[in-house]
């Protein structure tokens, strides 16, 4: 067996071994598509990848052909096409998260009135995987599928509570965090000190991070591990969370989320919960 034959080269040129460039270049394509850029016209997307146009022209056809992108009304744009929301709702209808806590997060909802949501992270947005409508006139904008940035949601502080600081600056390297509300941290440090209630206390009740008028209650959903993988959470107007007694609330969530978790074989803090003001 020759130098470049032996099982540790193979594993380090795997990576491009295994590729295929049309492959990737197609979902590169696709990716470049968002709520901010909705539409993209094909000689764009050339300039943007530094192709030919005759290559992104095969790209969008093989895409359109398979319903993964369409063009829009003006015949010049593209947009993406159904076939990608259909992938979509398989992968979360394939995710056994979403299987065993749907049920959960309606019984909850139910029980307190109130919407409940379900997310996990992927870097440093949240993406919203479940979602019950609230039976009070409130209505939130979110569905399944809506991505929110994690350092300025409740939910997203359950999320990144695992990371040390050292974790949470590599994730977010710049100097000053994106600011949406009054509460919002500004700081990476800020950031790390207002994930460590999540630490200690197994939840977090927070007031006005991304919306000022929004109020969220959220638990971190465990794996066997103990790892968080999912956030569980209630979100309330201001009002209504103040009307109430948060005690029952806060020990509904966290319940809730370690049902889940138990579901999941997950690992069950067994801590003792404490109630926390609203950050106002």
Known sequence: MSQTDTPDAATEDNGDRYNVPALERGLRLLCEFSRDTPTLSAPELARRFNLPRSTV???LSTLENMG???KTESGRDYRLGLAVLRLGFEYLASL?????GVPVLTRLSE??????NMVVRDGRSIV??????????FRSAVTVGTR?????????HVLLADLSLPQLRALYPEDKLEVFSENTPRTVNALFDMVQTVREHGYVLGEGFFESNISTIAAPVRDR??????????TFTTAHIDEGPVDQLVNRV?????EISGLLDGAHPGMTRKVIPLRR
């Open 254 to 258: 966290c319940a809730a989320a370690d």
């Open 148 to 156: 929110l940035p994690a350092h300025a949601t409740v939910l997203g």
């Open 111 to 116: 029980d307190i009135g109130h919407a409940c």
């Open 225 to 234: 591990a103990g790892h968080t993988i999912a956030a569980l959470g209630a």
């Open 68 to 70: 993964f992108i369409e």
């Open 96 to 100: 056994e998260l979403t299987e065993l």
């Open 128 to 137: 919203y995987v479940a979602k019950t409508a609230s039976p009070t006139p």
């Open 57 to 59: 022209f095969r790209l």
